[in-house]
């Protein structure tokens, strides 16, 4: 008797202890798109880049269990969702951003115009562990001015060969 009582609390805690339930509403008001003004400050931007020569840089990682063992770790730039429908999310991302802080390293130009990436991925081990190498090739730009401006700007096309 006594187990059969001891069996039975035992389902009864586990019961409450597995299992879950709960509500999720949320509420807002909204404007009608058609009635929403939306006015632009664009900051912009003057460049000086240089299209005679590339900036390139190769950065290695290497994953195991999917946890960052070996690699960089300066990024150019900070990366929080993954909005892209690359295979390899949020990690390509990042390891695409270090190599664009390798190529960046040891220069005096604060972004990469036109960026080009080679992406290699080699998986060992059935997958356990996996080794990207990725290489950026682009022209190198420094940002001279940045200003505000009040009227959308016109889209231009700059050639990146020089004639």
């Not at 950026?136 to 700059?158: C, F, N, T, W």
């Amino acid at each position: 008797m006594k187990r059969i009582i001891f069996i039975g609390i035992i389902a009864i805690i586990s019961l409450f202890a597995f299992s879950s339930c709960s509500t999720l509403g949320k509420t807002c008001a909204s404007a009608p798109f058609a009635y929403t003004e939306v006015h632009p400050n664009e900051i912009r931007a003057d460049l000086n880049f240089n299209t005679s020569e590339k900036l390139e840089g190769t950065v290695r990682v290497g994953y195991l269990f999917g946890i960052k063992v070996s690699g960089g770790r300066k990024y150019a730039e900070v990366l929080t969702t993954n909005n892209s429908k690359s295979i390899f999310g949020l990690r390509g991302k990042r390891i695409r951003s270090m190599a664009m802080a390798k190529a960046l390293e040891g220069t005096d130009y604060d972004m990469v115009i036109n960026p080009q990436y080679e992406t290699k991925r080699k998986r060992v081990l059935f997958g356990l562990w996996t080794r990207y190498t990725v290489t950026v090739k682009g022209y190198g730009a420094k940002v001279s001015r940045l200003y505000q401006a009040d009227e959308p700007s016109v889209r231009q096309d700059i050639p990146l060969i020089r004639d």
